[in-house]
């Protein structure tokens, strides 16, 4: 398996800048969403919803920033006219961005739904588990962007798998809910609110996952979508 791929070392100085600038804008888009949970991780941990500030305005620049990386990606197609590792860097780099720009969208309906549910004086028990799940989900972020700055499918691989974990983390959260809003219907509304926040978080697991998978299509040009975990390990190894 190939756990590296050489990105720069082109005749052209200013094509591998242009790479190297596009990979940096992608990372600060993923930087902006990580911003984005610290600041429902503040507000969960605090019990407070003024920690969820800016969460529009980022999602603003994460925008932009998503505009500005497709419009680089398509000048270079049409400058470069890029064959191999580039083309599938580019063809990679594009749907990352993609997808990064929806973890953003989810990422602002999490803080939306919490800010909504806390400003109505929510039951501290409406939460329960949430602080978790926001926190695994925002280390599998992370370490997801980790694997796409150093292009490691191993790393890829491995995050892959937890998806799992998310989607269990989360259907433990829509139990306790569930059991929330039995116990007293005044507890419907707070609820709702953050069962969809919980139900946005194990789609940004989602999103990640998306990206580990372009990763390694990135490096060994081979679309991994359909086909099941085990056996794509096996063929990695």
Not at 142 to 150: G, I, K, M, Q, V
Request: aromatic share 2%; hydrophobic share 40%; glycine share 4%.
């Amino acid at each position: 398996m190939n756990n590296n791929i050489k990105v720069g070392g082109h005749i052209s100085r200013q094509f591998d800048e242009e790479l190297d600038e596009i990979r940096s804008r992608v990372l600060k888009m993923g930087g902006l969403v990580e911003v984005q949970l610290d600041k429902v991780l503040d507000a969960l941990r605090d019990g407070d919803s003024a920690a969820i500030v800016d969460v529009e305005t980022l999602d603003d620049e994460i925008n932009d920033l998503e505009m500005q990386i497709d419009e680089e990606c398509t000048q270079i197609l049409a400058r470069r006219h890029p064959a191999a590792g580039d083309l599938r860097l580019i063809i990679a780099t594009t749907k990352s961005v993609r997808d990064l720009e929806r973890i953003g969208d989810e990422a602002e309906r999490v803080a939306n739904m919490i800010r909504h549910a806390m400003d109505h004086d929510a039951s501290k028990k409406a939460f329960k588990g949430l602080q978790s799940l926001t926190e695994h989900v925002k280390e599998l972020l992370h370490e997801t962007l980790n694997a796409y700055a150093r292009i490691k499918t191993r790393s890829a691989v491995k995050l892959m798998r937890k998806d799992q974990e998310i989607d269990d983390e989360y259907s433990r959260v829509v139990v306790r809910l569930i059991e929330f809003m039995k116990k007293d219907p005044n507890n419907i509304a707070d609820g709702l609110d953050v069962m969809w926040a919980a139900r946005s978080l194990e789609r940004i697991g989602d999103h990640c996952i998306n990206i580990c998978e372009n990763v390694i299509y990135l490096v060994e040009g081979q679309d991994i979508r359909h086909i099941d975990l085990d056996e794509v390990s096996e063929q990695l190894s």
